[in-house]
Each structure stands twice: as structure tokens, then as C-alpha cells.
């Protein structure tokens, strides 16, 4: 399930045109569909119905669509994550009062090396979490 999220990043990365035409209603094509069939199939065997296999496979696109959308607006300077932790540092320096969570959470942020690590935060939290669920169903 690992690789598979990866190399959905580096197809969405290489070719940010399939990013606009698979979304919607439509007609997927092959290559859509073997990329849906080794989702699906990966997960044969755990205990999850068939929809929650589905539901684990639009999970896994959507966290990679969003982390490569988010990459694309960046632009190639990348460092999406920290251009926008710039972005709010400047905001919680005039508006901070009235977002203590969320300046706590910048400050602690800044001064670690925990920026920039949504993909990889995210897709663990994923992978953690379907473990978790086929875990339980395995008892």
C-alpha cells in the first residue's frame, strides 16, 4: 500500500495533467483502472469488505492528490509547507492573540525539523490507521 501511495505521487508529480482528468464522473480508463486494481487488490485477505477497500483506496489518492496539488502551487521552488509556515508566522505576529493554538503550534514547529513533513505524516497516519482496522477485524 506504501509503494503504491508513492508511486501515485511520482506518476501525479511527472504528469500533472492526470491531477485535472481523474476527477469527476467519467469513464476510467485502463491505466486508471489497473492503478484502482492494485489498490483494491492489496488489501484481499485483511478482513475489509470490498466498499471499505475501495474507501481505503480513494483515502490513499486523495491524501496524494492533495500533497501534490499543494506541491504544484508552490511552484518549483517547493517547500510548500514552509512558504506557507512564513506565510503564517507573519499573520500570528500581528493576529497571534487570537490564535494561540495555532501560534503554539508554529513556534514549536519552527524550532524543530517537524516542517515539510505532511506526505509522510499523512500516509503513515493512513497506513497506521487500515492496520489498525484490519488488526481489529483479525481478532
Not at 501511495?5 to 486508471?32: C, K, M, N
Not at 486494481?37 to 485483511?46: C, K, N, P, R, Y
Not at 524543530?112 to 497516519?125: C, M, N, V
Amino acid at each position: 500500500m506504501e509503494v503504491w501511495a508513492r508511486r501515485l505521487l511520482t506518476a501525479f508529480s511527472r504528469h500533472p495533467w492526470v491531477l485535472e482528468a481523474t476527477v469527476g464522473p467519467r469513464i476510467p480508463g485502463p491505466a486508471e483502472l489497473s492503478w484502482l486494481e492494485h489498490a483494491v487488490s492489496a488489501l484481499e485477505d485483511t478482513g475489509l469488505s470490498g466498499a471499505e477497500r475501495m474507501d481505503a483506496a480513494v483515502l490513499r489518492v486523495g491524501h496524494v492528490r492533495g500533497i501534490t496539488q499543494q506541491a504544484r502551487a508552490a511552484g518549483p521552488a517547493g517547500g510548500h509547507e514552509a512558504q506557507l509556515g512564513t506565510f503564517l508566522n507573519h499573520l500570528m505576529q500581528s493576529h497571534g492573540e487570537r490564535f494561540p493554538a495555532l501560534t503554539g503550534a508554529l513556534a514549536s514547529a519552527a524550532q524543530s525539523d517537524e516542517q515539510d513533513q505532511a506526505w509522510e505524516f499523512g500516509l503513515q497516519r493512513i497506513l497506521d490507521g487500515l492496520a489498525a482496522l484490519i488488526d481489529e477485524r483479525a481478532r
